[in-house]
């Protein structure tokens, strides 16, 4: 994780570092992701992909103890 | 120069960030969706391993273990038993987070709150009280119950 001062000190640097073409928007993009950290939209679905996995396999479980589907 | 590219660079991070706290709030959902689904699995093994000799193998309305009757599973309530109840309002549970994980995926931050996900809540409270009520002793699996309606996110 970045810290404030280090993002600030970033930030001053930033200008000179894009004219000299030493950072790009990519690495833009990843300075903000290690400030704001998160998962893409295909992760996430993924993940509530298997919740309904389980989620599925874990009802059929519960209807046989209830009594559907005996 | 300098300024015209600090004020396109401030304005790209705000930006950025503004997306990115709209997926945050997304990621906290599923998360918490994830974690809740992951402790009412904890319950129901809990609940099944008191039912059942051999919970692997076994399924169905009655209790095979002794300690079924002790713990209160074979109380009848409403024409059955604690544990058909308490399976019934699994099985709610389980297809409302299902209903909830599918409303996730569609939701976007601007959006209203998918109702699904406060179903869901409802469930696991009535859950959670039949529990405490009739299973009073039972503490581990009230406690999984209760982390199951705890990690939820509701913005």
Known sequence: MITIPQLLILMQALPALINAGIMVKDQISSVIKMFFPTMTEDELNAIVGIIIINAESRKIIADRDSGVNN | ?155
């Not at chain 2, 004020?7 to 503004?18: D, E, P, Q, R, W």
């Not at chain 2, 209160?72 to 987070?97: E, P, W, Y």
């Open chain 2, 1 to 155: 120069m300098f300024s015209k590219i600090k004020f396109f660079i401030v304005i790209l991070i705000i930006s950025s960030a503004c997306a990115t706290t709209g997926l945050k709030l997304k990621q906290n959902a599923i998360l918490g969706l994830q974690v809740s689904e992951t402790s009412l699995e904890g319950a129901q093994n809990i609940e099944r391993a008191l039912c059942f000799n051999n919970p692997l193998q076994e399924s169905g309305t009655n209790c095979t273990n002794q300690i079924a009757g002790l713990v209160g599973l074979n109380k009848i309530i409403n024409d059955t038993t604690v544990h058909v109840q308490i399976s019934r309002l699994l099985s709610r549970a389980f297809d409302a987070q299902i209903k909830a994980g599918t409303a996730l995926i569609a939701w976007r931050s601007s959006d209203p709150y998918p109702t699904s996900v406060n179903d869901y809540l409802k469930i696991i409270s009535e859950l959670f009280d039949l529990v405490r009520q009739y299973l009073p002793d039972q503490l581990t699996l009230q406690l999984k119950i209760e982390s199951a309606k705890e990690a939820i996110v509701i913005r």
